[in-house]
């Protein structure tokens, strides 16, 4: 209880210390230990987060079941208010916010501020999604009335990932809060300011105390007491496959529900008769977005081989006019960072050719932060490891193609299927490829997916579907309720 919201949106002083949130209070760690996390652009140390266990868990979802039946009782409309309240609240303290997220990713001002208006945007959108919620009744005849009704689970457990932290937890706090169930959040160890921050905000929005709780920590620690935890009756991940497939297992054996976002290697499948200079710029801004730590980032260029040339000459052409902390930001954490260089030495070993970048910064200010060039490859095959691992950095692969049935067998050769982009001057063969294509969303010749589109995997990049105005539905179980007349 030693925080107040005095602080809300206020600008961190050196190591600035987080509490847990729990029960709209800020709670020291029951184990009293802190961990630093650190600024990617100088691996300075940014604040010092609470580093929590299965007793802060505990505290917290004490605090989410005693708020849970108050809260499902709440009308629509009424939730509706708060969730646009938590909405504007956002947008009145971007600057805090964006300062925290900043401090830990070391995004581009603009893609920080972009993300927190996501993140609020999220709020507003299931605020109205919420008045639009409705069960069925169902005829049977004359002698009944049956109809369905949504109920929340309860408690809910939202595990977040450190690429797009805030944003990606509002993602499923937004909807499950709609829905009338309360909500622990466990964000990245990496990345926990801003979450922790947007809960005070929430709260003093108005959100009620208990409703949504923050627990930090890592995740064999924090993580995994959250979804063993009997209070927790669904869980939201996103973050990468075997951390999912630990949590499924452990979501197998509790007999609950999960939502599974998890990684990508995405294709960017380029026609010979495609908008070339348009499919370039797709392509550079796949790359340097978040440098390339996006889960559904196209980072597999599948080019017709007539157009290949044509098209990296362009690819690089951009790539290598772009500045470290300027135009692109840096990689988030250090293993990552390492994980990235460690593609690098792969791609050498196995053939591949970098037209442009293949290396971190050794020189100049962009040295002391964990920045790495934009990347393209050429000459890679489909077997090499930069052609089938989510290297997650700014690094694309061009795989050569010849002909439409193998640019889609290209295209599905890969364990994921979280997205996909498409590029032609032939629209009918743009949605032929689309519908063919294993991925939960493609955009053709650049279309746009925003809170209102479904979000998911195919194969290995997960189960069941955020965004959009089903999601909601994610956070229900369906009741029937019969009356005989
Ligand atoms: P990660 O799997 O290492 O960690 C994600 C979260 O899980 C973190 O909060 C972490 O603390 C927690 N965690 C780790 N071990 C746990 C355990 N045993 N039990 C419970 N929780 C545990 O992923 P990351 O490195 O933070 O994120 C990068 C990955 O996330 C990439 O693979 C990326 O593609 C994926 N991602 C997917 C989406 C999507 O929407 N599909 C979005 C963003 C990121």
């Not at 629509?76 to 964006?98: I, Q």
């Not at 340097?288 to 290949?308: D, F, W």
């Not at 006019?321 to 990235?340: N, S």
Request: with cysteine; hydrophobic share 40%; aromatic share 8%.
């Amino acid at each position: 209880t030693n925080e107040t919201l005095d602080a809300v949106g206020g600008a961190s002083r050196g190591a600035e210390r987080f509490d847990h949130w729990i029960d709209g209070w800020g709670a020291a760690p029951v184990g009293g230990a802190y961990r630093p996390t650190t600024s990617p652009v100088d691996r300075s140390v940014s604040f010092e987060i609470a580093d929590g266990d299965g007793r802060d868990v505990d505290a917290a979802a004490v605090a989410a079941s005693s708020a849970r039946h108050a809260w499902a009782a709440t009308s629509t409309a009424e939730r509706s208010d708060l969730l646009r309240a938590v909405g504007t609240a956002v947008r009145e303290n971007l600057d805090g916010l964006v300062e925290a997220e900043i401090a830990e990713t070391g995004k581009l001002v603009a893609h920080a501020r972009a993300e927190m208006l996501s993140c609020a945007d999220y709020f507003e959108y299931y605020a109205a999604v919420v008045r639009t919620m409705h069960g069925e009744t169902i005829d049977q005849g004359p002698g009944q009335h049956t109809y369905t009704r949504h109920e929340p689970f309860g408690v809910v457990g939202i595990i977040a990932p450190w690429n797009g932290p805030l944003n990606q937890a509002s993602r499923g706090i937004a909807p499950a809060l709609a829905a009338g169930n309360t909500v622990i959040v466990k964000p990245s160890e990496f990345t926990s300011a801003a979450t922790l921050r947007f809960a005070r905000l929430a709260s003093a929005a108005g959100l009620p105390h208990g409703v949504l709780n923050v627990v930090t920590g890592t995740g064999p620690a924090a993580g995994a007491a959250l979804v063993r935890h009997d209070a927790v009756r669904k869980v939201t991940f996103t973050g990468s496959v075997p951390t999912g497939q630990v949590i499924a297992g452990i979501a197998a054996e509790r007999v609950i529900p999960l939502t599974l976002e998890l990684g990508g290697k995405s294709p960017l499948v380029v026609f010979g008769d495609a908008d070339l200079d348009r499919a370039a710029l797709a392509a550079a801004t796949t790359t340097l977005m978040n440098s390339g730590q996006v889960c559904s980032a196209t980072t597999r260029l599948i080019v017709e081989r007539s157009a290949q040339d044509a098209l990296l000459g362009r690819v690089s052409a951009i790539l290598e006019q772009k500045q470290p902390g300027v135009d692109f930001g840096p990689i988030i954490t250090e293993p990552q960072f390492e994980k990235v260089l460690g593609f690098f030495e792969s791609a050498a070993e196995a053939g591949a050719t970098a037209l442009t970048g293949g290396a971190c910064y050794r020189q100049g200010a962009a040295a002391s932060g964990r920045y790495i060039a934009p990347t393209v490859y050429k000459d890679v095959t489909p077997d090499m490891r930069i052609a089938r691992e989510e290297i997650f950095g700014p690094v694309l692969v061009s795989l050569p193609f010849d002909g439409f049935d193998e640019a889609i067998t290209l295209a599905n050769d890969t364990e994921y299927g979280l997205a996909a982009a498409v590029w032609t001057g032939d629209v009918a063969r743009g949605l032929r490829a689309a519908h063919l294509i294993e991925a939960g969303q493609v955009a053709v010749n650049g279309g746009v997916m925003t809170q209102e589109t479904p979000f998911g995997g195919y194969k290995r990049s997960g189960y069941g579907r955020e965004k959009g105005a089903a999601a909601v539905y994610e956070y229900t179980q369906v009741k029937t309720v019969s009356l005989g007349l």
